[in-house]
């Protein structure tokens, strides 16, 4: 709805104007518009209600609403006045909301009917997971909330002049801090999971669920200007896929790499570290200057704890629980809304490079292309072809720390675990002098 004139305003009106010079050619409806913060910051700016093709904000009441599946004992609030009984509702997603805005909780998207909330055209989106009061001494909860809007210009446009939900911290980005234009992706998957499947299904269910949640914890641990800077994209529980997107390739390695090794950690079940697909492998170093050895030294409940530490003096730990494997890739990239989840869903080259990337990869390897990292803790793997995209690419594996980085490469050699007739890169800092 335009406001053209201040006579035909309501009190208490604002207004906002479409950068473009004719609306009617570019209607910013919510599932195509690319409705990252900054992206709608750039679209949209507040005007005077006079201005032209100015769009309406808030009119009139300033009415909210939150949903809320389950609610509390203390949530609801029955009264009673001379006979007459009254019941009063609350909860956190109430307590979020601004005017015009609806909230949910997590717990009520799941029950919504997205097929008929797709065919009313409403798009229910992901807000981000956020720290929310409880209430006076209650502490509080992280909860993931998702906002409810209308598929139509008049509402794509409020979710910029809302801005955030008012809660004690947002924990993790939701579609307004989500990358959009150019992003780094992460493709990490399972090496093995058929076999561990066909082995025991419910032992690799219980192992793709551990790995999977800590890949979404280790997000809050790379920071980036204002939230944690990683956008978890989607997860498959079949294929045991992880796919993130970040807005430079440092954070996106950044997250591999510690994925990679705090999994390694994990108190895995001690069937999976019984197993071939699960085994603890560890490096020997020589000081003297050979070449590295290689132990397999499967993990007990005695010995367990000297395990996790940092190994044994002289060490490295290679492999231990589930293999995984990552794919990295830079480039542009699409983005729209997923009515299934309320998430970004993105499309590019990139994702398809990263995939690709990681079928190359063998098990804790993170493979990226040239170009995203300092060379001093990367190793040049050569060309490769990639199936579906055409000529060859150069990759590179990537380590943590350049002396740790040194002598898993090495181990990794001797193991088998890189591509045969590869030469080993030296860090500058530890070359001859």
Known sequence: ??????????????????????PEQWQPRLDQVRVGWQRLCEL?????????AALTVLAGLRVRVG??????????LVQKRMGASSITYGGAALVLAKAVQVTLSAATFVKLPVEELRAAGISV?????????????????ALELYCACLNTPDHAHRLWAMGPLRTLRQLQPG??????????IAFMSVVGLPQLKAWKADLAKECVALYQAAAQRLLLHVSGP??????WVSSAEEEGMVLAAFPCSLQCLHWALLTLTTCMDMDWPQALLDSLLGEEMTACLDTSGSKAGVTQAPATEGDEGQQQGSTAQGTVRLLRGLRLKAGVDVGEVACD????????????????????INGLAVSGQPLCLPGLLPPLVARPLGKRELRGIPGQVALLQVA????????????????????????LSRPLQQADT
């Open 44 to 52: 949209y700016k507040e005007v005077e209600v006079e201005a032209p």
């Open 337 to 356: 809304l997923t009515p299934a989840n309320g998430r970004f869903n993105y499309r590019g080259r990139c994702l398809n490079r990263a995939a690709r």
């Open 125 to 141: 989106v992901h807000m981000g997971q956020h720290l929310v009061a409880l209430g006076e001494g209650k502490g509080a909860t």
């Open 226 to 231: 204002q939230l944690p800077a990683g956008y």
């Open 400 to 423: 943590l720390a350049p002396h740790a980085g040194r002598a898993q490469l090495e181990a990794a050699d001797r193991l088998g675990l890189s591509a045969p007739g590869l030469q």
């Open 175 to 184: 579609v307004l801090h989500a990358p959009y234009g150019t992003a780094a």
């Open 67 to 76: 949903l809320l599946t389950g609610l509390a004992a203390d949530e609801v």
């Open 1 to 22: 709805m335009r406001a053209t004139t201040a006579n035909g305003v309501e009190d208490g009106q604002a207004s906002v104007s479409d950068h473009k010079e004719s």
